[in-house]
């Protein structure tokens, strides 16, 4: 009699509703172009808006015909951005931080994680060509960060890698990069392409007519060209 008591209870109980969990708003960059960022003076991009400051200079990266990253360059140190994109329900950065290790390792460098201001990152030495054929090191650092549908990664070089107070002024960068995902359909690690702003492409086609080695599209501010 008891037993049934009981059954009847339980068929009788309300059902337990799942909720489903949503991730908690970002309180800090980078931002994806859905969130309630905060304005700054920026770089229209396409897939990045790009904040920009005193004594920037701007190189955009091309692989072939089209722009797939951009770099950053402040006095003695060097950022260079490229955003992908990502599925929809888990990061990317532990599988890329793995396979950047690996591939430093196996260049004759040295890779280690480390706890960084973005989470996990590498703290990489990495061989360059010195004067005289003799071969160096070159301290790096890589950064990442998983957005919804996107993933980040950021390489510091120069002065900032080892110092930093220089290290400070990109990592703010990084943190007030909005990126533009978009909603069409793309496999994991595709590089989410960029575009010349129109003020830089018309600089661009003023700079082929008269062949000029630099162009300046902006009246202040920073420098854009491109390097392939």
Not at 30 to 39: C, I
Not at 125 to 145: A, D, I, K, N, S
Not at 186 to 199: F, N, S, T, V
Request: net charge negative.
């Amino acid at each position: 009699m008891l037993r049934r008591r009981r059954r009847a209870e339980e068929e009788t109980a309300p059902a337990f509703v799942r909720e489903e969990s949503h991730a908690p708003a970002r309180t800090t960059g980078p931002w994806d172009a859905e969130d309630d960022y905060p304005e700054a003076e920026r770089v229209d991009l396409g897939g990045l808006r790009l904040p920009v400051g005193p004594g920037f200079e701007i190189q955009l990266s091309m692989a072939g015909d089209q722009v797939d990253g951009v770099i950053v360059l402040v006095e003695e140190s060097a950022l260079q951005v490229n955003a992908f994109a990502a599925p929809k329900r888990n990061g990317i950065w532990d599988e890329v931080r793995a396979e950047l290790a690996r591939e430093v390792v196996a260049a004759g460098g040295s890779a280690e994680d480390r706890d960084g201001p973005f989470g996990p990152e590498i703290a990489a030495e990495v061989p360059v060509q010195g004067q005289g054929q003799t071969q160096g090191r070159q301290p790096v650092r890589y950064l990442g960060v998983d957005g919804p549908r996107w993933f980040l990664r950021a390489v510091i070089s120069g002065r900032a890698a080892v110092d930093p107070e220089a290290a400070r002024t990109l990592e703010d960068v990084v943190r007030g990069i909005v990126v533009v995902r978009g909603d069409e359909p793309m496999p994991p690690k595709e590089a989410i392409q960029l575009r010349l702003p129109a003020e830089a492409r018309q600089a661009m086609e003023e700079q082929q007519a008269s062949r000029q080695q630099e162009f300046r599209p902006f009246e202040r501010g920073p420098e854009i060209s491109e390097i392939r």
